[in-house]
């Protein structure tokens, strides 16, 4: 591989003109997203009635990102697991104080439009640490977006895993980069000035709220130049070469690439990938002559409605009644020679037919953005509550796909952050990890006596290189499911009635079968599991209630009591019932097949039309 400044910048600049024509569609798409009052004094009325982009991407961002993601890092070395849950809790705390959810809804907003794309990295952090007997800066750990208008790649690449360089153009100030001593001073200052490429440069995304001639007072005041920074894999190397076809050609920065092996950038798309070709389609480009063509039949529609007259008609011998009529009030009653003679006549008006075509836009557009009606909480067309159930169930697989792309994109991004605190030697972090201390008891052949119930401790831990374990390959990073989904108040009225009424009493069953039968269960663990894959982080409150554990633990002192004939009293009862009685026995398969079809029927038989009878 020829690894020259001249090679590499001409491939880069090549790969921002196979980039041109995506970069042009992704503008169109996105000014038809904002609409025409977005940075505008003035608006041509009725001219986008219906602004379906955006109901599109107000259903599916918030569908998809609300809330931080939280970090399950496993390991099949079990000596290492306990430094995994470390892992996690300090990614946990990372992503929410850098509010990544922020990030990720900026990204996937990116994706619709083309592809997302981040940069995980270090950068400096303004404080001081001491290295040994050295003072350094021991940076800080970020992720944000980087806008496809200043994204380049290699333009011979097929799939982007497999590209020869890839990476962004950046805009520093002359002076502050002169002075930093990280780049070649002789050729920055020869670099030719932002401000002389801003008119002619292609139209960008930000001029739609940011005009040319302001951009290019300000970078006069600044002295800003444009520079492009590659990550180039096979020599696991930075660097960084002048943005422009007539600024020379030579490195303005070389460095060691110090990172995950798969580089500072994670993707996310949202659509299935095309054969030999790292651009996935637009989403939004999809839906985009539906939005158009529906806001020209709606606008027709409108002009019709305001054109419509209703007149009142009259024979030529008739005038006076005509003019009586047109003066009486409501419910006035008119003499006239000949009621005939005069007549209302409706004249213009929208016709039915275009009624009809938006209707069939509209379903049209829900269909090819992913069913975005359903995400809004539009009603499903049938009078079946089972049918409303099994379509909301089928309309969900796109909606599932986009899901899986943005769980696998947020992963990538844990993933490399962990990378950092994996092995960063200048990363320390303090952290506050949740124990529970277990309950001690007093064995002996009177009985068993409770000396202290289980509670919940807090220990101030440090992530540092000191409890490290294991290799950064040994560590399998993912997201709890549905973590960043939102949740509304009623679903979470939901999940705490499930909790209470069917998990709880089943899991305490299950405990007294096990106490009965030598075998160890811990109620707390089953029930605080099971509630952390329901989101529900406060259980560990519920646990840290000393009072109340010290209750429980009297009643399983006391050991399985007498009950009533519906109830489990020993385990012979529980062996000749097929099970507790207090939870459900188990279903046969057309059963359950049947429950699942019926599942939501509630709910979809409220949203149905109440029809009157005779």
């Keep these: 591989m020829n690894l020259t400044a001249k090679n590499i910048h001409q491939s880069a600049m090549n790969g921002f003109k196979r980039l041109r024509n995506f970069r042009a569609v992704r503008r169109e798409l996105i000014k038809a997203y904002v609409g025409q009052y977005y940075n505008q004094d003035h608006g041509v009325l009725g001219l986008e009635p219906l602004n379906m982009a955006f109901t599109a991407v107000r259903a599916l961002v918030p569908n998809l990102v609300t809330r931080e993601p939280q970090s399950i890092v496993g390991s099949d070395y079990l000596a290492y697991r306990e430094y995994g849950n470390l892992l996690a809790i300090a990614l946990d705390a990372l992503v929410k104080k850098s509010k990544l959810s922020k990030t990720l809804q900026r990204g996937l907003t990116d994706a619709i439009y083309t592809m997302g794309i981040f940069k995980i990295g270090l950068m400096a952090s303004s404080t001081v640490a001491f290295f040994g007997e050295e003072m350094v800066d021991p940076g800080t750990l970020y992720v944000d977006t980087v806008d496809f208008d200043s994204f380049t790649f290699d333009p011979t690449t097929r799939r ?208 090819f953005s992913g069913n975005t009606q359903m995400l809004a909480g539009s009603k499903v067309d049938t009078n079946v509550a089972t049918v409303a159930n099994i379509l909301h169930q089928n309309q969900s697989t796109g909606i599932t796909y986009m899901r899986d792309q943005v769980n696998l994109a947020t992963e990538d991004i844990l993933r490399k952050l962990a990378w950092y605190l994996h092995t960063d030697e200048l990363i320390r972090m303090p952290l506050i990890r949740r124990d ?114 010290a209750q429980m633990a009297a009643v399983a002192q006391q050991g399985p009591q007498m009950a009533a004939s519906k109830g489990v009293s020993s385990l012979a009862a529980v062996r000749q019932n097929g099970g507790s009685v207090t939870g459900e026995l188990p279903q046969s398969d057309m059963v359950r097949q049947r429950q699942e079809a019926q599942g939501g029927a509630n709910q979809g038989q409220s949203e149905l039309p109440i029809r009157e009878t005779a």
């Design 160 to 367: 982007m895993e497999e590209t020869a360089f890839v990476g962004e153009k950046i805009r520093i100030e002359r002076d502050l980069a002169l002075d930093s001593g990280l780049y070649d001073n002789a050729i920055l200052e020869n670099l030719p000035s932002s401000a002389h490429a801003i008119l002619s440069s292609d139209r960008e995304v930000k001029d739609l709220s940011n005009s040319p001639n302001t951009r290019q007072l300000i970078d006069k005041l600044h002295d800003f130049v444009d520079v492009m920074e590659l990550w180039i894999p096979d020599a696991e190397a930075l660097v960084t070469l002048p943005f422009g076809e007539s600024t020379g050609m030579k490195f303005l920065r070389e460095e060691e690439y110090i990172g995950p092996d798969d580089g500072p950038y994670t993707y996310m798309t949202l659509t299935p990938p095309v054969p030999d070709n790292p651009i996935p389609v637009q989403l939004a480009g999809v839906w985009h002559d539906l939005h158009t063509i529906g806001n020209r039949i709606a606008k027709k529609m409108l002009d019709q409605a305001e054109a419509q007259k209703d007149i009142l008609g009259y024979q030529g011998d008739h005038a006076d009644s005509a003019q009586e009529i047109g003066d009486a009030k409501n419910l006035a009653m008119v003499r006239m020679e000949d009621p005939k003679a005069a007549q209302m006549f409706s004249v213009g008006g929208q016709n039915p037919a275009n009624v009809q075509a938006t209707g069939m836009i509209l379903d049209l557009f829900n269909q």
């Design 436 to 549: 529970i201390v277990p309950a001690e008891y007093d064995i002996s052949e009177t009985g068993v006596k409770l000396l202290s119930p289980p509670q919940v401790q807090e220990t101030q831990v440090f992530l540092t290189p000191e409890t490290r374990r294991g290799d950064f390959l040994d560590f399998a990073f993912t997201i709890k499911q549905d973590s960043m989904a939102p949740i509304n108040w009623q679903f979470r009225m939901q999940q705490m009635q499930l909790l209470a009424v069917n998990v709880i009493p089943a899991a305490a069953a299950a405990a007294q079968i096990a106490l009965q039968a030598g075998t160890p269960f811990s109620f707390r663990i089953f029930v605080t599991k099971y509630a952390k894959m329901m989101n529900i982080d406060w259980i560990d409150e519920v646990f840290q209630d000393s009072e109340a554990i």
